[in-house]
């Protein structure tokens, strides 16, 4: 079993930064994969970003040279910076940690950009 949990969510101003992290515990193997998704009100969960063990990335177009993962994987830590924040990145955000069986979800985190 693998506990995931986020942090770092928040009210920013449009234009401005914010930075999440998820922590990943328990019965953690050295290859697999962490991925951000978030959910907007009336939306479907979309997958925004993901980073292997391995240190592979993809993005979601929507966020391309505006946010970026990182890991530390002798910690099982994983970043999402996210700048130049618009409105419509307003969501809840969540962790997702996945050893090829299985996935786990962190409870998501919220994040409020105002215009």
């Known amino acids: 079993q693998v506990q995931v949990v986020e942090s770092g969510g928040g009210l920013v101003q449009a234009g401005g930064s914010l930075r999440l992290s998820c922590a990943a515990s328990?019965?953690?193997?050295?290859?697999?994969?962490m991925n951000w998704y978030r959910q907007a009100p009336g939306k479907q969960r979309e997958l925004v970003a993901t980073?292997?063990?391995?240190?592979?990335?993809n993005y979601a177009d929507s966020v391309k040279g505006r946010f970026a993962i990182s890991r530390d994987n002798a910690k099982n830590l994983v970043y999402l910076q996210m700048n130049s924040l618009k409105p419509e990145d307003t969501a809840v955000y969540y962790c997702?940690?996945?050893?090829?069986?299985?996935?786990?979800w962190g409870q998501g985190t919220q994040v409020t950009v105002s215009s």
């Open positions: 997702r940690f996945s050893n090829f069986v299985q996935a786990f």
């Open positions: 328990g019965s953690i193997v050295s290859t697999n994969v």
């Open positions: 980073m292997t063990s391995g240190g592979g990335t």
